[in-house]
C-alpha cells in the first residue's frame, strides 16, 4: 500500500502562485508514476500533469503547459506541483496520484493510489 497526502492548496488571485505537495509513504517502491488529477465542481476528475519517478519524464495537459510545473524530491518521497498564472478555471480539488504503469498513463482508473485532495480556488 501507498499512502498519500496532499497539502498547499488554497485561495488565491488570479495571476497567482500556488505550490502543492504530496508526501508519500508504504510501498513506495512499488511506484513508476505521479501525477496530478484535479476535480472542478460538477465536472469529471481529469489529469493534469505525470511524471516518471525514474528518468523524470513529464507529461501535462495542454491548458497548464507553461504555467504549472510538477518535480518530485525521490530522497523525501515528494512531490510537487509549482502552479504560476492560475486562472478562474483551474479552480478545483487537486489529488495526488500513484501508478505502477508504464508508459504516461492519463486515465484514472490506471492510477491505484490516490490522496483525499487539496482544495484550490481561483479568484477573478
Known amino acids: 500500500q501507498v499512502q498519500l497526502v496532499e497539502s498547499g492548496g488554497g485561495l488565491v488571485q488570479a495571476g497567482g502562485s500556488l505550490r502543492l505537495s504530496c508526501a508519500a509513504s508504504?510501498?513506495?517502491?512499488?511506484?513508476?508514476?505521479m501525477a496530478w488529477f484535479r476535480q472542478a465542481p460538477g465536472k469529471e476528475r481529469e489529469f493534469v500533469v505525470s511524471?516518471?519517478?525514474?528518468?523524470?519524464?513529464?507529461d501535462y495537459i495542454d491548458s497548464v503547459k507553461g504555467r504549472f510545473t510538477i518535480s518530485r524530491d525521490n530522497t523525501k518521497n515528494t512531490l510537487y506541483l509549482q502552479m504560476n498564472s492560475l486562472k478562474p478555471e483551474d479552480t478545483a480539488v487537486y489529488y495526488c496520484?500513484?501508478?505502477?504503469?508504464?508508459?504516461?498513463?492519463?486515465?484514472?482508473?490506471?492510477?491505484?493510489?490516490w490522496g483525499q485532495g487539496t482544495q484550490v480556488t481561483v479568484s477573478s
Open positions: 508504504g510501498r513506495t517502491d512499488s511506484r513508476n508514476i
Open positions: 511524471i516518471r519517478l525514474i528518468g523524470g519524464r513529464t
Open positions: 496520484a500513484a501508478s505502477t504503469y508504464v508508459g504516461e498513463p492519463r486515465e484514472r482508473d490506471q492510477y491505484a493510489y
